[in-house]
């Protein structure tokens, strides 16, 4: 029964990020986002790691949705409109990024071997995620801040009224 859960959670994932990322409506695109923040969360308690469910929910649902909602509210979207159509260009140089990403993972899943966890939860696991979060993953998190600097400001430079 377990196994069917997690399809379910996982189809209602992937349906919901391919919604984020093909929908053009910015509204559409944030509902789509917080389905996929709401799905994981769901995977999250699947895999009895209610800790990282919350805080999904409370991280992502709540302040990049409403960073999101910010952003959308400041961007003069005329601006956005004149940008709008298929970037050949992008798509030339993604494209084989994207299918190598997509052949290694492949090969990662079905070759890897995922079952054995690096770090095993002892019991405590507010204590377990905080020391792995500041001691091995202190990189990742540091620089996921700094992208989130960069986007906010980013997002101030394309509402600002020009003179």
């Known amino acids: 029964m377990e196994?069917?859960?997690?399809a379910l959670l996982s189809l209602w994932l992937v349906l919901s990020a391919l919604c984020t990322i093909f929908m053009k409506n910015p509204v559409h695109v944030i509902?789509?986002?917080?389905?996929?923040?709401?799905?994981?969360?769901?995977?999250?308690?699947?895999?009895?790691?209610?800790?990282?469910?919350?805080?999904?929910l409370i991280i992502y649902a709540v302040a990049i949705v409403v960073f999101y909602?910010?952003?959308?509210?400041?961007?003069?979207?005329?601006?956005?409109k004149r940008f709008e159509g298929i970037y050949k260009q992008e798509l030339f140089w993604g494209a084989p990024f994207f299918l190598i990403s997509f052949l290694l993972m492949s090969y990662m899943v079905l070759k890897g071997k995922f079952a054995q966890p690096l770090n095993v939860i002892s019991g405590d696991n507010v204590r377990d995620v905080?020391?792995?979060?500041?001691?091995?993953?202190?990189?990742?998190?540091?620089?996921?801040?700094?992208?989130?600097?960069?986007?906010m400001i980013g997002a101030i430079l394309l509402g600002r009224k020009e003179e």
């Not at 196994?3 to 997690?6: G, P």
């Not at 917080?34 to 790691?49: D, E, N, P, R, W």
């Open 31 to 56: 509902l789509a986002f917080l389905s996929v923040i709401l799905a994981m969360a769901g995977i999250f308690l699947q895999m009895k790691a209610e800790l990282l469910a919350g805080l999904q």
């Open 69 to 80: 909602v910010l952003v959308i509210t400041v961007i003069p979207w005329e601006k956005v």
């Open 130 to 151: 905080g020391k792995n979060l500041f001691t091995s993953y202190l990189f990742p998190f540091e620089v996921a801040s700094v992208i989130l600097l960069v986007a």
């Open 3 to 6: 196994w069917v859960i997690t």
